[in-house]
């Protein structure tokens, strides 16, 4: 079949088939209904639709059902959809790469979406301690911003959890801190008195953290297996936080009170 549209030839006989489709049906039956996208010689691309006298796109001529045949110009956008439709990415590879790309790309990025969510349920399940610079309250059953800094002292997730739990308690379950110290801020190298007095009580209210975090977590921190040696490992843990600890967290120290 050839049509012409704007001076342009659109013909069957000389153009490629890229793809196509019927209904199962032989050419010679008058059910038969197939569909073929060409490509021309010029590199212009038409839909041929070809389809018998016994199919819903006959036609009525003189009283008579006739069979169909016709060619529409697609459009780089209206091939597409017949490509992905096929499910065939290798024409699209091949013919219009960039928006192949395109089309992996995205695929690539609702794929990393999923993995995120799925993560962040983990999280918030506490099935995992960190992620994505999130970590997990257990007190208040939220999501925070993971404090980057730990990462450069402590290389264990448990341990790094730990740390910004102490910091996220001392700021968000221990009241009065913020109001004290909140526009307060330290150059460690030049402690003047009240930088010091900081620095104490800093230390105190981060011992206070610790146990309000093992006295409101415990069954958290036994689900995650974490010993008193882990609270051994964050800076200045002080005999009374170790008893908290052993008493808190070691099954063996309750079996035996009990
Ligand atoms: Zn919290």
Redesign the pocket.
């Known amino acids: 079949m050839r049509k012409i549209v704007g001076k342009r030839i659109y013909d069957t006989s000389n153009s490629r088939i890229i793809i196509s489709l019927d209904n199962g049906f032989p050419l010679s039956d008058e059910r038969h209904i197939c569909w073929a996208i060409y490509l021309t010689p010029s590199e212009r691309w038409f839909l041929y639709i070809h389809a018998g006298s016994l199919t819903k796109l006959s036609e009525i001529q003189q009283n008579k059902s006739v069979g169909t045949e016709s060619i529409d110009i697609l459009t780089k956008n209206e091939i597409l959809p017949y490509f992905k439709d096929s499910e065939r990415m290798d024409l699209i590879k091949k013919f219009f790469p960039k928006s192949y790309n395109n089309i992996r790309n995205k695929e690539r990025k609702k794929r990393k979406r999923e993995k995120h969510k799925k993560l962040f349920r983990e999280l918030i399940a506490g099935e995992i301690l960190l992620y994505n610079n999130n970590f997990y ?1 257990p ?2 059953n ?1 999501i925070f911003r993971e404090i980057s800094y730990f990462r450069t002292v402590f290389r264990a997730n448990k341990i790094i959890w730990l740390a910004n739990m102490v910091t ?2 001392r700021h ?2 221990i009241k009065y801190w913020d109001k004290w110290w909140s526009d307060f801020s330290v150059d460690i190298d030049k402690y003047t008195e009240r930088e010091k007095n900081y620095q104490i009580e800093k230390n105190r209210v981060n011992e206070r953290a610790k146990r309000h975090i093992i006295r409101n977590c415990s069954d958290f921190l036994i689900k995650q297996k974490f010993t008193v040696d882990d609270f051994m490992k964050l800076q200045h843990t002080d005999f009374h936080t170790m008893e908290l600890a052993t008493q808190k967290l070691n099954p063996q120290h309750n079996e035996k009170k009990n």
């Open positions: 309250c007190i208040c939220n996220h308690t968000n379950h």
